[in-house]
């Protein structure tokens, strides 16, 4: 995703609304929050339960096991389970920190939207890559970004 473009420019003024300090924020909507860092960090442990995590500025890098997987601007990582991880801020500064939004993901509600699906349409669920793991990180889709957007902006 362009990281110039309209959305991910009101995402980032949404976050900055949002994180006058640095650090991890739950917001009053419950299961979700926003995030402010200022300078780079070496790899530190951290414990990331089932969530997807947007960012809208910098550069983050997360060690789960022997995988790497970076994540910046117009990115997301997304966990399906709870993992042990190392975690390293690679791109951020006080002029332009490292600025995310992270939604928990509810793996009962999950589970029971895809039960659903599949009684519906059995073909629904074919399996993408032999090697399937429970993080993952991909450029964001406009959907996905503007329902962070939105949740944003209720706050």
Excluded at 134 to 149: E, Q, R, V, W
Aim: glycine content about 6%.
């Amino acid at each position: 995703m362009n990281p110039g473009n309209e959305k991910m420019v009101r995402l980032i003024e949404l976050i900055e609304q949002h994180t006058q300090k640095e650090d991890f924020f739950l917001t009053p909507l419950g299961n979700f929050g926003v995030m402010r860092e200022s300078h780079a960090h070496n790899k530190k442990p951290a414990l990331y339960l089932p969530l997807i995590i947007i960012v809208g500025q910098g550069c983050k890098v997360c060690y789960a096991g022997n995988q790497i997987y970076e994540y910046g601007a117009g990115d997301l990582l997304v966990t399906l389970l709870p993992i042990p991880v190392k975690t390293e801020i690679v791109n951020a500064s006080p002029e332009k920190p490292f600025l995310a939004a992270a939604a928990a993901i509810d793996l009962n509600r999950l589970s029971n939207m895809l039960l659903q699906i599949e009684n519906a349409d059995r073909s629904a669920f074919q399996p993408v890559t032999v090697n399937p793991s429970s993080i993952f990180s991909t450029p964001a889709k406009d959907k996905l970004l503007d329902a962070f957007i939105r949740l944003l902006e209720t706050l």
